[in-house]
T-cell receptor, first 111, second 114 residues
Framework: RKEVEQDPGPFNVPEGATVAFNCTYSNSASQSFFWYRQDCRKEPKLLMSVYSSGNEDGRFTAQLNRASQYISLLIRDSKLSDSATYLCVGDGERGNTPLVFGKGTRLSVIA | DAGVIQSPRHEVTEMGQEVTLRCKPISGHNSLFWYRQTMMRGLELLIYFNNNVPIDDSGMPEDRFSAKMPNASFSTLKIQPSEPRDSAVYFC????????????FGDGTRLSIL
């Protein structure tokens, strides 16, 4: 079982739509979660951390569901500039191992 | 503040040649990571260092790959000899600690082996 799994998409949504991605993780002891954004032919960039109580940054909301072992990213009022691949990141399977990255979910926001 | 700096940005070379990729981590970061990214396999961790010491190189695909970190501000990833299947984007990332902290990526090196 992969440590972090995401639906690769693509998710094609119209401008202004709300879209949500989920990501499941296998390490039940995992404490650290992040969402990264990667534009085409660019490096992954940290979008936001995911806190236990959930957190919001503008149009973006991240949530953690420990019972079902998944994190989510919600994007409201989608913009064309939101088109990118979103990578889910969590702790490694064993203690003291680096973060593991999902393969990403591709989002295309269409005019 | 300067981010992670990688060089070269692009490298095109013939198979059999030696390739050296370079990385300067963010000052103050104690952990450095080398990744390879392809469409098929996504982002793969090749090796990581903590305080300049290699911790886990189990992701290095073959003995043709080697990495060094002679000091806190410089690391290299070397492929010798290179093969066409090594073509990928190679990223270097750094963070304050190996775990729990977000990693910051360089722009990457786009490597093409002909």
């Amino acid at each position: 079982r992969k440590e972090v799994e995401q639906d690769p998409g693509p998710f094609n949504v119209p401008e202004g739509a709300t879209v949500a991605f989920n990501c499941t993780y296998s390490n039940s002891a995992s404490q650290s979660f992040f969402w990264y954004r990667q534009d085409c032919r660019k490096e992954p960039k940290l979008l936001m951390s995911v806190y236990s109580s959930g957190n919001e940054d503008g149009r973006f909301t991240a949530q953690l569901n420990r019972a079902s072992q998944y994190i989510s990213l919600l994007i409201r009022d989608s913009k064309l500039s939101d088109s990118a691949t979103y990578l889910c990141v969590g702790d490694g399977e064993r203690g003291n191992t680096p973060l593991v990255f999902g393969k990403g979910t591709r989002l295309s926001v269409i005019a | 503040d300067a981010g992670v700096i990688q060089s070269p940005r692009h490298e095109v070379t013939e198979m059999g040649q030696e390739v050296t990729l370079r990385c300067k981590p963010i000052s103050g970061h104690n952990s450095l990571f080398w990744y390879r990214q392809t469409m098929m396999r996504g982002l793969e961790l090749l090796i990581y260092f903590n305080n300049n010491v290699p911790i886990d190189d189990s992701g290095m695909p073959e003995d043709r790959f080697s990495a060094k970190m002679p000091n806190a501000s410089f690391s290299t990833l070397k492929i010798q000899p290179s093969e066409p299947r090594d073509s990928a984007v190679y990223f270097c990332a750094s963070s304050f600690f190996t775990t729990n902290q977000p990693q910051h990526f360089g722009d990457g090196t786009r490597l093409s082996i002909l």
